[in-house]
């Protein structure tokens, strides 16, 4: 299976190279490394250009707007300028990857044997690691059924029939979602890690990624009680407790009320709403 995973980067002088190093020593060549130069002010774009005058297998872009980091939209306009340098029909699997990533030599001969294993994975990739109290340990702030946005590796004729993926916040759930609703199945690959350099919500801080979250909450066309048990959970699992479940909630309340509709249709938000309710009644029942 030919692979083109694509990148973006901003102001990631530090873990880029880390990142790249371990892709160009896989033992399952990659056919086309596309970064995404997202605006950086470091010196990201010196290391995009040495690598791609190094690698035949390595282009880089550069998006000229200047826009503060953030998850969500932003994130997928980098992807998608990088997306659009390439021709994806030449590519069995397309991948977005993040830039402080560091694989093992054996991750992408692992997930190309998963997809060739089952016609139905739409989705699959590992988990992520990150360092604490000196030792390389699971970074656990997402369900187990859950990919994270930093690995998704897409078969494209999947990613082609969920149209892409939505320039919003929660993309890397809706993504996910969005397959499942049309009968693609997402695996989760739990013996297969990956170290992650930075750890996730490290930048925005507890309040605006809870207000984020509420965000998601909404984005994904959550109703009041899928909101109010996911606010729940939050409250128990981040720090601060109790005040990020709240911020959550507040925030899925504002948006519900002022926001702009969710951009999923009503079959699509009643999909996640039962999926939600199945996940939350396997885990108490």
Not at 58 to 73: F, P, Q
Not at 232 to 261: C, D, E, M, Q
Request: net charge positive; hydrophobic share 40%; with cysteine.
């Amino acid at each position: 299976m030919k692979i083109a995973l694509i990148i973006p980067a901003y102001n990631e002088e530090e873990f880029l190279p880390v990142t790249l190093n371990s892709l160009v020593e896989q033992d399952y060549p990659i056919d086309m490394i596309m970064l995404v130069n997202d605006g950086s002010s470091d010196g990201t774009e010196s290391i995009c250009k040495t690598f791609a005058e190094s690698y035949d297998n390595i282009c880089y872009v550069t998006n000229l707007k200047k826009e503060k980091r953030a998850s969500g939209a932003k994130v997928v306009r980098a992807f998608n300028l990088g997306l659009k340098q390439i021709d994806i029909d030449k590519y069995d699997i397309i991948a977005k990857i993040d830039s402080d990533i560091g694989f093992p030599k054996d991750y992408f001969s692992r997930v190309v044997k998963c997809f060739e294993s089952d016609n139905q994975v739409g989705l699959a990739g590992g988990m992520c690691m990150i360092m604490r109290d000196g030792k390389w340990q699971d970074e656990r702030v997402a369900n187990t059924d859950h990919l994270r946005g930093p690995l998704k590796c897409y078969r494209t004729e999947a990613f082609r029939h969920m149209k892409g993926l939505r320039t919003i916040m929660g993309w890397d759930t809706i993504d996910e979602f969005l397959l499942r609703y049309l009968g693609w199945k997402v695996i989760v690959m739990e013996d297969l890690k990956v170290k992650h350099f930075r750890v996730t919500h490290s930048i925005n801080g507890w309040y605006i990624e809870s207000v984020l979250n509420g965000e998601v909450f909404h984005n994904l066309g959550y109703n009041l009680l899928i909101a109010l048990t996911s606010s729940l959970k939050r409250s128990v699992t981040h720090k601060p407790y109790l005040l990020t479940g709240i911020v959550s909630l507040v925030s899925y309340l504002k948006n519900r009320i002022f926001a702009p509709k969710p951009l999923l249709d009503r079959k699509q938000k009643s999909f996640i709403n039962r999926y939600r309710l199945k996940q939350i009644i396997k885990r108490f029942g």
